[in-house]
Nanobody, 124 residues
Framework: QVQLVESGGGLVQAGDSLRLSCAAS????????MGWFRQAPGKEREFLAT????????YYADSVKGRFTISRDNAKNMVYLQMNSLKPEDTAAYYC?????????????????WGQGTQVTVSA
């Protein structure tokens, strides 16, 4: 079993930056593909970014490409999401997830483990 705990969310203004962290425990996630998703009230869960086990490949949703950066530190069992130039439409609960997929994983059904989420609110 893998437990994931997100942190780093909060209330910011448009144009600000935040870095979300995801701490993994239970098992090392060094061999897992990791991803970030978000879900706004009344909307479906949205894929944001994914990173392969070695950090060698990343993939982003068009909505965040160029603004968000996913990274990982396998030695610390951590995954991060650096979010720059935040917009009010980025307001959502943000989730970290782990997948046993062999490559990048962009669909929520591909992921096996999920965190509880951290709220990000961006004011205009």
């Amino acid at each position: 079993q893998v437990q994931l705990v997100e942190s780093g969310g909060g209330l910011v203004q448009a144009g600000d930056s935040l870095r979300l962290s995801c701490a993994a425990s239970g098992r090392t996630v060094s061999s897992y593909v990791m991803g970030w998703f978000r879900q706004a009230p009344g909307k479906e869960r949205e894929f944001l970014a994914t990173i392969t086990w070695d950090g060698g490949r990343t993939y982003y949703a068009d909505s965040v490409k160029g603004r968000f950066t996913i990274s990982r530190d396998n030695a610390k069992n951590m995954v991060y999401l650096q979010m720059n130039s935040l917009k009010p439409e980025d307001t959502a609960a943000y989730y970290c997830a782990a997948s046993t997929a062999l490559g990048v994983a962009t669909t929520s059904g591909t992921y096996d483990y999920w965190g509880q989420g951290t709220q990000v609110t961006v004011s205009a």
